[in-house]
């Protein structure tokens, strides 16, 4: 196949871009056409939110001998980066982006034998959790659904999370990061405590805080890496690299 | 000021000793959704000892966005009889009122349109219904006709003024795109104020998160007044509606009520007497409320400070210019 014909590798996550094309090399050089529009359709199916369309294509593929790091990587995340980008851009809306991750995950679902065969390189792994005495978690689900849809492994320990358990996961999972939201005045101090014990543990990774109440000078304040996540930049890969760049609190359930 | 709400007594000589002119309150009826029908999870902390939520989050009944689509309030939760949802909310607007005497007590609504959904359904079922506007749009409608009937209850009481809160947006703004909420939310909030405004009473209209972009729409839709959240951009909406509208908030923030220096509180306070002096009238509030973890020391000196220089003329500052509690700016 040619340059010209050959499948976009742009958009997808770095880290997994050498894999995907190595397995997915023969199969695409023989049903180069056929690969394209699969892709392509498995991608529109989760920017349209289509859960069904993008389980049964998933399914199509894997029939076709369809490499399942292909399917997840050029098709649904490169899918869930177009939401994130429509999203960033104003053209989505939260809804979309629900309903998108619903369809990403039905897929990813059907893969999941294959890809457990062969697991596909990852950007990282991050830890989740809203930070002890907070219940308030939308903001932090939909941080989680765009990082795994930018191609990180997503450890998410719900909410009400101690220091300690977030230090436990972070080191026990070897963590790139640990991101951790609160929507409550009164529990964003809780933040301070989570950092204390990341650092007393070894852990070298980023601390990236976010929530409605949370500002860059409390972030500086408390020793996070930086101030994530509105719009979901927290899973915007430029954003990733220039780890300390202000950007505005997460949107938040009040 | 949160908490208190068991202090009886207590709370009403707390009103007084802070000098307060309004007290924040809404009721929605006399029987919960949840005894009427399926309901989530509103998502209100309840606070315990060191600001924790301690609250038990509720499981979501409906598994399926279809199942949200199907719903209609009116169907699901029933209306109350007329009459004697009336006689409930004069009651409890005479018996609240007799309770605080000194201050104004309104009437309100929690649950207007959005809120009703997030009661209903949880955010996250809301949202993935709301996918589909359309048929979203017929949800949301229902919710209304429910809040329509307890509006129209509540003008036939005795109140002055009404309190209707809808969290209809994020910290980040709207959830869905503006057009919806114009086409959609704004034309209903006018339809449900009309009923209040067209028995004299006067409309507040409450709201989370920041909706600085809707200001003109609700002032459209027919509100009176607005209480914000530190997230609005408060000086342009005061400069343009400060003479005519009620305001009610400040610049001043409990995040720097609890970690900020006196310098810090002096400044926001002053900020907003500045902003507030052209204004027939201001109510001054702290935007997200002053939580529990706020250190005494600075409730006290943001009080102290506050009263201190609320009055017009500075001249007068101190003075009890009108009978026992002074003209505040």
Redesign the interface.
């Known amino acids: 196949m040619g340059r010209a014909g050959s499948l976009r590798f742009n958009d997808a996550p770095p880290g997994t871009r050498l894999a995907a094309a190595r397995a997915g090399s023969d199969w695409r050089r023989r049903r180069s056409v056929g690969a394209k529009e699969l892709l392509e359709q498995i991608k529109e199916a989760v920017i349209n939110g289509k859960r069904k369309d993008s389980a049964a294509l998933c399914q199509q593929g894997l029939a076709q001998n369809a490499p399942a790091a292909d399917m997840l990587n050029l098709g649904l995340l490169e899918g869930m980066q177009e939401v994130g980008r429509r999203f960033r851009a104003g053209e989505f809306y939260i809804p979309e982006v629900l309903v998108a991750a619903r369809a990403m995950n039905a897929g990813l679902e059907v893969l999941k034998p294959e890809l457990a065969k062969n697991p596909p390189k990852k950007l990282g792994r991050v830890v989740l959790g809203t930070v002890m005495g907070d219940l308030h978690d939308i903001g932090k689900n939909l941080v989680g659904i765009m990082l795994t849809g930018s191609g990180f492994d997503v450890v998410d320990l719900g909410i009400d999370v101690s220091p300690a358990k977030f230090s436990e996961a972070a080191v026990s999972n070897k963590a790139c990061a640990v991101a951790m939201s609160a929507l409550l005045t009164t529990t964003m101090v809780n933040m301070k405590d989570v950092i204390g014990e990341l650092r007393k543990s070894g852990f070298k990774g980023k601390v990236i805080i976010g929530g409605a109440p949370v500002t860059q000078e409390f972030a500086d304040k408390v020793g996070a890496t930086r101030l994530a996540w509105t719009r979901c930049t927290c899973a915007s890969r430029r954003d990733w690299r220039t780890p300390n760049t202000a950007t505005t609190p997460l949107s938040s359930v009040t | 000021v949160t908490g208190g709400r068991n202090a009886g007594h207590r709370s009403a000589d707390f009103c007084d000793a802070w000098e307060m002119d309004l007290v924040w309150v809404t009721n929605d009826g006399p029987v919960g959704w949840e005894k009427r029908g399926r309901v989530t999870d509103m ?1 209100h ?1 309840e ?1 315990v000892e ?6 038990q ?1 509720k499981t979501c009944p409906f598994r399926e966005p279809e199942e949200v689509l199907a719903f209609d309030a009116v169907q699901e939760y029933g209306l109350p009889d007329f009459g004697q949802l009336v006689a409930f909310y004069e009651k409890s607007y005479r018996d609240g009122q007799a309770a605080r005497p000194r201050q104004v007590v309104p009437g309100g609504y929690y649950k207007t349109i959005v809120s009703g959904a ?1 009661e209903a359904f949880g ?2 079922m809301l ?5 589909d506007r359309e048929r979203f749009e017929k949800v949301l409608d229902s919710i209304f006709r429910l809040s329509l009937h307890h509006f129209r209850a509540w003008a036939k009481t005795s109140i002055k003024a009404f309190i209707c809160h809808d ?1 209809m947006v ?8 503006p057009d919806f909420y114009r086409r959609v939310i704004f034309p209903r909030y006018r339809r449900l104020w009309a009923v209040l405004k067209d028995a004299g009473k006067k409309v507040l209209f409450c709201s ?2 920041d909706w600085s972009m809707f200001v003109d729409d609700i002032v459209w839709a027919g509100a009176d007044g607005f209480i914000f ?1 530190p ?1 609005m951009a408060l000086e342009p909406i005061v400069r343009k509606y400060g003479r005519s509208h009620v305001i009610v908030g400040s610049n001043v923030d ?2 720097t009520l ?1 970690w900020g220096t006196r310098d810090e509180i002096q400044a926001q306070i002053d900020s907003t007497l500045k902003l507030a002096l052209p204004c027939p009238g201001f109510m001054f509030a702290v935007g ?1 409320h002053i ?3 706020v250190p005494l020391e600075n409730a006290l000196f943001y009080f102290d400070y506050l009263r201190r220089h609320w009055h017009r003329n500075d001249g007068e500052k101190g003075k009890r210019a009108k009978g026992k509690r002074g003209r505040k700016a």
């Open positions: 998502g902390a606070y060191h600001g924790a939520d301690k609250r989050p997030i955010w996250d949202l993935l219904a709301a996918a969290d994020w910290a980040g703004g709207p959830f869905v795109e989370d998160g959240e997230l409990c995040r609890t997200n939580a529990v973890n």
